[in-house]
């Protein structure tokens, strides 16, 4: 599954699946009153691979937001602007879309913890060491969310994985008309499968 917690909440949740195609033709009316987009990964094992994916990927644009929040401060933008310029660019991401308004209000309550995504980044690199593929920023992301821990404690929510740029650079993300907590107001949209 995939999506956040509070698209969990909503059942407007993404569920990946692997294994049989015809056990998954079976399951998939169960699954649509769960989620609302649904994807036949392929073989066995490959949603958790492409899960471990999308949680690294997630991860990385967290913390590339705190650099370009640091950026934008700095730069005297105006950081209201700045998030809907960056949504409706191609610097744009869910991640940004969702956390980057948690971030702007400074509750960070993404309700999802440091230890989790440490876990999360771990296993993604961990992969990719089993898989002999040498990567680069990979690395980098999991000494930073060790980092975030280690300041904020485990229990922290990740998003605040971004306070360590404003701690650095002794400056704050926040802007008015932001909410302390996310809300799913995706549009309904029916089940589906790939």
Not at 58 to 68: F, I, M, Q, T
Not at 82 to 111: D, P
Request: aromatic content about 8%; some cysteine.
């Amino acid at each position: 599954m995939s999506g956040g917690c509070h698209r969990a909440a909503t059942g407007n949740i993404a569920i990946f699946v692997g294994g049989e195609r015809k056990t998954f033709e079976k399951i998939l009316p169960a699954l649509t009153v769960m989620g609302r987009k649904i994807l036949h990964t392929g073989e066995l094992g490959t949603a958790s691979v492409l899960k471990v994916i999308t949680n690294y990927l997630a991860s990385a644009h967290l913390v590339a937001l705190g650099e370009a929040w640091t950026v934008a401060k700095k730069s005297n933008l105006d950081l209201a602007k700045t998030y809907k310029g960056i949504a409706i660019s191609s610097g744009n991401s869910f991640v940004h879309e969702t956390e980057s308004q948690v971030i702007l209000n400074g509750s960070y309550n993404i309700n999802f913890t440091m230890d989790l995504v440490l876990k999360d980044t771990s296993l993604f690199d961990n992969l990719a060491k089993k898989l002999n593929a040498p990567l680069e920023i990979s690395p980098q992301i999991v000494e930073i969310f060790k980092d975030g821990q280690k300041k904020y404690g485990s229990r922290a929510w990740s998003s605040m994985v971004v306070k360590r740029m404003e701690d650095l650079n002794n400056i704050n993300f926040r802007a008015n008309g932001f909410p302390d907590e996310l809300v799913d107001n995706e549009p309904e949209e029916k089940g589906y499968e790939i």
